[in-house]
T-cell receptor
Framework: DQQVKQNSPSLSVQEGRISILNCDYT??????FLWYKKYPAEGPTFLIS?????DKNEDGRFTVFLNKSAKHLSLHIVPSQPGDSAVYFC?????????????FGKGTKLTVNP | DAGVIQSPRHEVTEMGQEVTLRCKPISGHNSLFWYRQTMMRGLELLIY????????DSGMPEDRFSAKMPNASFSTLKIQPSEPRDSAVYFCASSLPGLAGRTDTQYFGPGTRLTVL
């Protein structure tokens, strides 16, 4: 049973437009959420995170929104660039419970077309 | 900063053979994680260590899998005997200690692509 779900396996957007990647979770114990980005033949790299005490966190072109009541988070990339083309993983952790575990979604492959 | 180092990068072996994957975490990181990525299951945690001690191995698929961390700078993941369904990319990650013992960002190695024929 997947606790973190990324229901869109792929997403294609035009350069300069907004990319919105979505993630849903089922475990109410999750209180810390992260997005990782992965290029082919490389390991995932950390992109941005958000704690459950916030509903928004912004870092340059990347913004993560958290809706705790809906158990939903999203990653917005504005403006999208061809170099953003990668697989994006959503991850969640029950960090306040003292665990270091991350539970990952299956990923969404983003393609930004020039 | 060399990052997390994994070896080998690619491994092709025959069913029934023993496979050993190696990981060197980032110096100073005290937590180490082993993940497996497959198309069907995505990225799943197999086991993680804190200060060289296994903390959670609930993700280890079966007794054929074992992991060790003999010191702070080295860990191995062993599969014996290997089976075709073990074919996947195996990632190692490490992290720093965080506030009140909770860790923060995990840094991943480049992965080992394992193919079992």
């Amino acid at each position: 049973d997947q606790q973190v779900k990324q229901n869109s396996p792929s997403l294609s957007v035009q350069e300069g437009r907004i990319s919105i990647l979505n993630c849903d979770y089922t475990n109410s114990m999750f209180d810390y959420f992260l997005w990782y980005k992965k290029y082919p033949a490389e390991g995932p790299t950390f992109l941005i995170s958000i704690s459950s005490i916030k509903d928004k966190n912004e870092d340059g072109r990347f913004t993560v929104f958290l809706n705790k009541s809906a158990k939903h988070l999203s990653l917005h990339i504005v403006p999208s660039q061809p170099g953003d083309s990668a697989v994006y993983f959503c991850a969640a952790s029950p960090r306040l419970g003292g665990s270091e575990k991350l539970v990952f979604g299956k990923g969404t492959k983003l393609t930004v077309n020039p | 900063d060399a990052g997390v180092i994994q070896s080998p990068r690619h491994e092709v072996t025959e069913m029934g053979q023993e496979v050993t994957l190696r990981c060197k975490p980032i110096s100073g990181h005290n937590s180490l994680f082993w993940y497996r990525q497959t198309m069907m299951r995505g990225l799943e945690l197999l086991i993680y260590f804190n200060n060289n001690v296994p903390i959670d191995d609930s993700g280890m698929p079966e007794d054929r899998f074992s992991a060790k961390m003999p010191n702070a700078s080295f860990s191995t993941l062993k599969i014996q005997p290997s089976e075709p369904r073990d074919s996947a990319v195996y990632f190692c990650a490490s992290s720093l200690p965080g506030l009140a013992g909770r860790t923060d960002t995990q840094y991943f190695g480049p992965g080992t692509r394992l193919t079992v024929l």
